[in-house]
């Protein structure tokens, strides 16, 4: 359905001054609820357009129905769907798609990271200063000090380059496939990040928060990495946190 209508008119709502929504990201949100609700009635649901669904046992569905609407809505063809499966407070399972590439990532705990039916693998980049990058900003970004400006800054003079695609799910994705190597953002929610993380960790890399604490889907920040660049990571991010007034 998203692939079928990223060219189609879109009615556009402003929720900030670059947070927007669209018809289709309800849309996406409506097929998915309707379709894991009829298989699974006992779980509960937590989604990005407004969908809280207290469940009657032990599971609950975390999903993101567009990820990267800022560009479906320009008509860029970059964004996926993200959902993830958490079993008492754990995550499970997590599958992130991208329909325009017809690229599925997808893992559950303890049985590896797969894209389509291959098994994949962080990369093997040791060193920052060779290492490729991805992040994003957050919605509010012109009115916020903390913003990621200055990370931002310190990372581009670090690094071969750093990426800023849109869609905080695919990017982890690409750091669990090894086509990034390394990933931070702030101010993330937990349907942004919850089924990459896991896919980072089944594909042999690492994700925690600034400081290093494991990984948190509820707790706004996000690194993750090969592993073998983390604390490289980690050390700028935190000499950025110093240096905020």
Same mark, same amino acid.
């Given at each position: 359905?998203?692939?079928?209508?990223?060219? $189609?008119?879109?009615?556009?709502?402003?929720?900030?001054?670059?947070?927007?929504?669209?018809?289709?990201d309800?849309?996406?949100?409506? /097929?998915? *609820?309707?379709?894991l609700?009829?298989?699974?009635?006992d *779980?509960?649901?937590?989604?990005?357009e407004?969908?809280?669904?207290?469940?009657?046992?032990?599971?609950?569905w975390i999903?993101?129905?567009?990820?990267?609407?800022?560009?479906y809505? *320009?008509?860029?063809?970059? #964004?996926?769907?993200?959902?993830?499966?958490? *079993?008492?407070?754990?995550?499970?399972?997590?599958?992130?798609y991208?329909? %325009?590439?017809?690229?599925?990532?997808? $893992?559950?705990?303890?049985?590896?990271?797969? =894209?389509n039916g291959?098994? /994949?693998?962080?990369?093997t980049?040791d060193?920052?200063?060779k290492?490729? =990058?991805?992040?994003? #900003?957050?919605?509010?970004?012109?009115d916020?000090d903390?913003?990621?400006? =200055?990370?931002?800054? $310190?990372? /581009? %003079?670090?690094t071969?380059?750093?990426?800023?695609?849109?869609?905080? $799910?695919?990017?982890?994705c690409?750091?669990?496939?090894g086509?990034?190597?390394? #990933?931070?953002?702030?101010?993330l929610?937990?349907?942004? %990040?919850?089924a990459?993380?896991?896919?980072i960790?089944e594909?042999?890399? %690492?994700?925690?928060?600034?400081?290093?604490?494991?990984?948190?889907p509820?707790?706004?920040?996000?690194?993750?990495?090969?592993? =073998?660049?983390?604390?490289?990571?980690?050390? /700028?991010?935190?000499?950025c946190?110093?240096?905020t007034?």
């Open positions: 359905m998203l692939k079928a209508n990223i060219g $189609a008119r879109r009615d556009v709502v402003f929720k900030g001054a670059v947070d927007l929504v669209t018809q289709f309800k849309r996406a949100q409506d /097929i998915i *609820h309707r379709r609700s009829s298989a699974f009635p *779980h509960g649901f937590l989604a990005e407004g969908l809280a669904v207290e469940g009657r046992g032990d599971y609950r999903f993101d129905p567009l990820d990267g609407t800022t560009n809505a *320009h008509g860029l063809p970059v #964004f996926c769907v993200s959902i993830a499966l958490e *079993h008492r407070g754990r995550l499970a399972a997590g599958v992130v991208d329909p %325009m590439r017809e690229e599925t990532f997808w $893992a559950a705990m303890g049985s590896g990271a797969f =894209l291959s098994r /994949i693998r962080v990369s980049v060193d920052l200063d290492s490729l =990058l991805a992040t994003g #900003f957050p919605y509010d970004v012109r916020s903390v913003n990621n400006v =200055l990370q931002f800054n $310190a990372f /581009i %003079m670090r071969q380059a750093v990426r800023r695609c849109g869609s905080a $799910a695919l990017d982890l690409y750091v669990a496939c086509r990034f190597d390394g #990933f931070w953002e702030l101010k929610k937990p349907w942004d %990040m919850a990459g993380a896991l896919i960790l594909s042999g890399g %690492m994700a925690s928060d600034f400081e290093g604490n494991a990984f948190n509820f707790h706004p920040e996000a690194l993750a990495s090969n592993g =073998l660049i983390h604390e490289q990571m980690k050390k /700028i991010l935190l000499d946190r110093k240096a007034p």
